[in-house]
């Protein structure tokens, strides 16, 4: 079965900082990669995916991903973060006939200092 | 309409209580799906709809029932749960559940049984 790692719990960045969240996954083939951002007591919001193709992945809010398959990685990044930012990160992982069932990492919750 | 809408926000209900919750979306989507989360815990997938039927089930117990009437709509019905079944209850959709397209989430149902 598949799965997700996210290692880092909690992240502080100043504001204007870059910014790199680390996402591992687990599974055989090539999976399909979400990242998806959380804000207090809301729903998921979609920020990039990756199903195949360019490795490197633009999404909404200036977040882009980059796909390494040697590293099993798929890790979120920003050049420079703004205090809007601050909110619970997720990455997730869907699988070839899966159904379309995610499978979510444990989150990390992002803190930007002003 | 890009967005999937649920109601009520929040909800409290006494372990005897029968109440449902309502998931709306009007993108075309075949595929609907409710998920579970808990404080601090990532999203953990209950069941999926596509094309109106179920087509996931993830051992829920019988004190949740789900419902899709129609393409549009999702219920979730709630019967003699337990306060450890207190969450946030997300529903999101996608276009089909065949393949791994990404979900639109609704800002979810904060329940919490007394």
């Known amino acids: 079965a598949q799965s997700v790692t996210q290692p880092d719990i909690h992240i502080t960045v100043s504001e204007g900082a870059s910014l790199e969240l680390r996402c591992n996954y687990s599974y055989g083939a090539t999976p399909y990669l979400f990242w998806y951002v959380q804000s207090p007591g809301q729903g998921l919001q979609l920020l990039l995916k990756?199903?195949?193709?360019?490795?490197l992945v633009q999404g909404i809010k200036g977040f882009e991903a980059e796909f390494k398959r040697s590293q099993s990685s798929f890790n979120l990044r920003k050049p420079s973060v703004h205090w809007s930012d601050a909110a619970e990160y997720f990455c997730?992982?869907?699988?070839?006939?899966?159904?379309?069932?995610?499978?979510f990492g444990t989150g990390t919750q992002l803190k930007v200092e002003l | 309409d890009t967005e999937v809408t649920q109601t009520p926000k929040h909800l409290v209900m006494g372990m005897t209580n029968k109440k449902s919750l309502k998931c709306e979306q009007h993108m075309g989507h075949r595929a609907m799906y409710w998920y579970k989360q808990k404080a601090k815990k990532p999203p953990e997938l209950m069941f999926v709809y596509s094309y109106e039927k179920l087509s996931i089930n993830e051992s829920v117990p019988s004190r949740f029932s789900p419902e899709c009437p129609n393409s549009s709509l999702l219920n979730l019905h709630l019967h003699a749960l337990q306060p450890e079944d207190s969450a946030l209850y997300l529903c999101a959709s996608s276009q089909s559940a065949a393949d791994n397209y990404g979900y639109t989430f609704g800002s979810g149902t904060r329940l919490t049984v007394v």
């Open positions: 997730a992982v869907g699988v070839t006939g899966g159904g379309n069932k995610l499978t």
């Open positions: 990756y199903f195949s193709g360019d490795t």
